[in-house]
Structures are given as C-alpha cells and as structure tokens.
C-alpha cells in the first residue's frame, strides 16, 4: 500500500509583500516564498497551499482577513474565474508602474549589458472594450463556480478534477487546468458591448434549436467555437464553426446550422462578414480549414493614418487596434530617427522587416524606405501582406514566406542588398541564433527589436552587444489587466 501524501498546510494570517511575474504576487513563510495569484501586496490573507517545492510554494486565497489600500474593485463579474484579466483588482496606473519594472528587472537581469534610460511605459489608449478579436469555445461540459457547486444535487456533477455539469452547454472561456471544460460568459468588457448581444443571441439561439454542443473528449456535437472579429471602420466579422456527424444526422444538423446562420444574419445587421467552416479536426485552429461565406464579405478593413489593412478569417492583426498604432509609430520613429547621437542614414533606407506577419509594420513605413523586404514563415499571412501593399499602393515592397533562418541567408542578402535598418518581431520565443547570427553578418546600421516578451528579448540583446549597443528603450502596454507587456529596443552598430 503506497503511502498518504502528506496534507498541504493552510497558512494564517499571511500579508501579501510585493508582485510577482505572469501576474502573481508573493508572500514570505519561513524563509520560503509563496506565489499567489489575485492578491494584492498589502492584503492579509489565509492561503491554501496546493504545490510545495523544496525553495517555494504555490497557494490560493482561502480567505481576506483584510484588503490592500492598493486594491480597486473588479468591473467584471468573471473576475477571478475565468482566469482573463488578472489584474483587474489592481488600479491602472499601478499596472503600468508592474509593467515598466518588469521591463526594467528583465532586461538588466537577463541582458547583463550597458543599457540607456528606459522612457516611461505608454498606457493603452483604452483599457475597456480595446480588443478587435474574441474566441469563444462551445461545450457539453459546462464549468461550475463553488457557489454553484453548492446548489446543485452531486449526482448532477462531474466528478472530474474541477465540477463541471455534464451535457450543460456552455458557450465562453475554456477553464485554465480543465480543457474540456468552459465557463459560459454573459458579460466581457474587452471587446465593444455588441459582442455580447451577438454571443448571448447565438448561445439561446442554439439553445433553442436543440442544437449540440462540442465534447471535446468524444470529439462529437455539432456546435464547437464562436470567433468575432471587429474594426475601427465599423465592419464584424462573425466566424461560426461547426462539427457535423456526415452520418445519418447531417440533414438534421446542417438545417440547424442554416437556421442559426440566418438567425445571426438578421438580427444583427452590423455584421458585414459572417462565415463558417466545418471543422473534423482535434484542435481549434482555423489556418487550414475551408472557410464558407454565409453573408458578405470574406474580410474586413482595419485603417491606420492613409493606410487600410485587409483583414482575412485567418489574418494575423494586432488585437488592440488603437494601441497598435501607437506602438507601430513608435517603431517608425526608432527606424528612421534623426539625432547626433545616432549614425547617419541613407534619405531613403533599405529596410528589412522580420517576422512581418500581413506586412503591417512593413506598409506602415514603406513610404520613408526606398524598399521593404518582409519576411513570415505563414504563406497566408505573405498573401496577406502582398495584398495589403497592393490596397496602399506601395509598389517599394517585397514579401518572402519561409523559416526565418533558411530564408535570410547571405546570398539572399547579396540578391536584395544589404539592409540599413533591420526590424524584428518576433513571437515569445524570440529569434533563432541563426537568424542572431545572420543579422549580425547583415551588419545593419539600426536594428528595431520589438517583442512582446523581454525575457528573450532580453538574451537576444545579449547575444548581438558584442555588435550592438542599446540606444533607446520603449515599453508600451497593449493587454491592460493582464501581466503581458511590450518593449521597443533601437540598436546602432558599434563604431
């Protein structure tokens, strides 16, 4: 017989210290630190503890004995729950101070490099109703909060690791540490509020009509996911997708599925792209599946400055608009900045821009380049950029779809010239070696390294200061309430 674990202790009485990363907080218990999530320093707590580890713990708030004078009141009712919005307890302008250190703490921990003043962090534009872009999953299984728990009879339960009631649909967020499992979301504050009327219609729509939902463990139920896309031009896009049996309960299913379509079409005339798909596979991606257009058209326009961006089902776009042009004219003013302190460059420079995703960033500044070279390992996502050069007129670009280390090469350098400036932007990961390597041989003048995670940027600024010096550092917050933050590096060749 294999021997009891011992019980994980409850902590009493326990003041919360100081912030942690990936939004947690910190507590100190003899001599070992306790990571916590939703507090806030300053709260007195009692904390279960549910990991122990030989240097640290990982609790949760059992009970508030007393809250922080640092801490505001949650504006969404999800809060806590849904695992969205960490940060929402805390003020703003606090979130943005969290943010900037984490930038600060990062860079000089990890970098271990001279490094110029970091400017003060950019706060969102807006930090309510700022996303253009919203996924909503739909299951059979939906997750219970302990105050519902308590109501309901336990035959009634799913006795997995977290309650959830089964064959209750549920249309909202997948539950962190519960895959199959989704809280139904009535209310989110971070898209405009005709998302919810549309999300909350489809839902009692389906509903209505006896329609499945999707078990995604049986890999069965005729209604999967919900993704909303809206733009600063006014346009919805709506893309439903759905999972048919192709059996005998197709008919049956697929008059389901028109019924709910034409529902969604005439109640909310706002929507001007409305598509679906029918996806057989065992993950939610959208990037290869065949995309039908029940009503309008297959896409919608983002605008920025003169500039419009087609965007597609599956185009890549910043998810808060606003901001997004404050962080692109930010990288603009980087790449061809004027000052003494910074080397010379050509009237029109020859720019390389990494990573380039629908050439956003590329588009963007075409017009102070004498070309762009933009480079995504996503065909569709060049397709894109190709397309959106064409809407804008910018015959000075070109775009090239491959794995960043095989595409930029030396000899595609000597075949289209050697860049002035570089600009990068790269997932979380941030850059292979090789492509560090080939940047370095490149020997740009200015190098733009935008990322959306400085810890690795961090390492790649490590691994380029032997070339490089640091010139200017920007951080800017585009997910408010969240720990996630942006940071804009300018790089110059060292003399």
Not at 352 to 375: E, P, Q, W
Not at 427 to 445: F, N, S, W, Y
Request: hydrophobic share 40%; with cysteine; glycine share 6%.
């Amino acid at each position: 017989m294999g021997r009891k674990k011992k019980p994980l202790p409850i902590l009493e009485n326990i003041t919360i210290t100081d912030y942690a990363a990936d939004g947690k907080s910190i507590a100190r218990v003899d001599n070992m630190v306790v990571f916590v999530p939703f507090a806030v320093p300053g709260d007195v707590v009692d904390l279960q503890v549910f990991r122990k580890k030989h240097s640290y713990m990982e609790a949760q708030v059992q009970r508030f004995i007393k809250y922080s004078e640092r801490r505001q009141e949650p504006f969404c009712k999800h809060f806590g729950t849904c695992g969205g919005c960490k940060w929402q307890m805390i003020p703003y302008e606090e979130q943005l101070r969290m943010k900037h250190q984490q930038v600060v703490d990062q860079l000089i921990r990890i970098a271990k490099i001279k490094l110029p003043k970091f400017e003060p962090i950019m706060g969102s534009v807006k930090n309510k109703e700022y996303r253009n872009k919203m996924d909503f999953a739909c299951s059979n299984r939906r997750f219970l909060t302990k105050e519902e728990v308590a109501t309901l009879p336990r035959m009634s339960l799913d006795q997995g690791e977290m309650a959830s009631a089964k064959n209750v649909p549920a249309m909202g967020f997948h539950i962190t540490g519960a895959f199959d499992k989704v809280l139904p979301i009535q209310e989110c504050w971070l898209m405009d509020r005709l998302h919810n009327d549309i999300r909350n219609g489809i839902y009692a729509k389906a509903v209505e009509l006896g329609m499945t939902f999707f078990d995604l463990r049986a890999q069965v139920g005729l209604l999967r996911d919900v993704i909303m896309r809206n733009s600063n031009t006014g346009e919805w896009m709506i893309i439903v997708m759905f999972h048919f049996s192709h059996d005998a309960q197709y008919a049956q299913e697929k008059e389901q599925a028109d019924t709910l379509l034409k529902y969604i079409a005439d109640t909310f005339p706002q929507i001007t792209s409305l598509l679906w798909l029918d996806n057989q596979k065992g993950n939610d991606t959208i990037g290869d599946q065949e995309i039908f257009v029940y009503k309008g058209n297959d896409h919608i326009f983002e605008q920025m400055e003169d500039l419009r961006f087609k965007v597609g089902p599956k185009s890549f776009y910043q998810t808060n608009t606003e901001q997004a042009y404050e962080l692109y004219k930010v990288v603009r003013h980087f790449a061809f900045r004027k000052d003494k302190w910074l080397e010379a460059l050509p009237e029109k420079p020859l720019v390389y821009d990494l990573y380039t995703g629908t050439g956003t960033i590329a588009n963007f500044v075409a017009h102070k380049a004498s070309r762009v070279i933009g480079i995504e390992y996503v065909e569709e996502a060049i397709a894109d950029a190709k397309i959106n050069a064409e809407i804008n007129g910018n015959e000075n670009t070109a775009f090239f779809a491959g794995d960043m280390k095989d595409i930029l090469t030396d000899d595609f350098i000597a075949e289209h010239g050697r860049p002035d400036v570089i600009i990068t932007d790269p997932p979380r990961a941030g850059m292979h070696p090789d492509v560090v390597k080939t940047i370095l041989q490149a020997a740009p003048t200015r190098i733009v390294y935008v990322s959306c995670n400085p810890a690795t940027q961090a390492r790649d600024l490590q691994m380029m200061d032997e070339k490089y010096e640091v010139m200017a550092i920007q951080p800017v917050d585009m997910f408010p309430h969240t720990p996630h933050v942006e940071n804009v590096a300018l790089l110059q060749i060292r003399k």
